[in-house]
């Protein structure tokens, strides 16, 4: 596949995605931040010989506190389509139109669905099944006091730090039983009761991933 080729199909699929509302960061990611402070992003995937190309996109949450291991769910375009794997050829410029038109159809028509389906606090924690029991109970507290619900968030943190053995008793690494300490030390006790400090708490979060990451929000 011709590069220019390629890239002049790139550069009207970021016209596209800038009238979805989608920047480009870097050189082949697409992201959208929003009202909720979530992070949508899409990922246009070359193979190293050019020959095939596929998407993937995520979601993740942009107040929780940054980590090694972020809340996210992703898939690939092909297993939401056909269930399983699957790569655009780019032997000819008409397969690289179609393989790009097929993308912000599957993004317009399936992917943004999805993702606005993703909006308050249960639909966001039935993400979290497949998690870690940990990460199970740490993402509770985070989005309950995401969504000012309190009570709920602080007796989910007493309950995660008084039954922290019962929770990780499958996990028998010490270095990610250390490691999920460290992450409830990351939530300042004083949020679960002063509002101001958890907005400082949730902002500075945000904050911050937007600084590591460098996504191009402001």
């Known amino acids: 596949m011709d590069t220019k080729i390629y890239n002049k199909q790139m550069r009207i699929f970021t016209k596209k995605m800038k009238e979805l509302g989608f920047q480009k960061w870097k050189s082949t990611f697409f992201v959208r931040r929003t009202e909720y402070d979530v992070v949508e992003e899409i990922h246009i995937q070359k193979r190293s010989d050019g020959k095939e190309v596929t998407g993937n996109y995520s979601f993740s949450l942009l107040y929780q506190p940054y980590q090694a291991i972020k809340f996210e769910t992703s898939s ?3 297993r939401l389509i056909y269930g399983k794997d699957h790569w655009w050829p780019l032997e000819t410029e008409a397969d690289c139109e179609k393989a790009f038109d097929d993308f912000y159809n599957i993004i317009k028509e399936k992917i943004i669905p999805e ?4 909006h308050d ?6 993400l979290t099944t497949k998690k870690m029991m940990f990460y199970q109970y740490y993402f509770k507290v985070i989005l309950n ?3 000012n619900n ?3 968030a602080q ?3 007493n309950y995660l730090n008084e039954h922290f053995n019962e929770v990780n008793k499958d996990e028998d690494d010490s270095f990610f039983l250390n490691q999920y300490k460290e992450k409830m030390k990351e939530i300042p006790v004083e949020v679960f009761s002063n509002s101001k400090k958890c907005k400082a708490f949730l902002t500075s979060n945000m904050e911050t991933n937007i600084k590591i990451i460098k996504y191009p929000f402001k």
């Open 121 to 126: 606090v249960n639909s966001i924690l039935e």
């Open 145 to 147: 006091l995401y969504y």
């Open 155 to 157: 007796e989910t943190y």
């Open 115 to 118: 993702f606005n389906s993703f």
């Open 150 to 152: 309190y009570k709920i």
């Open 76 to 78: 690939r375009f092909g």
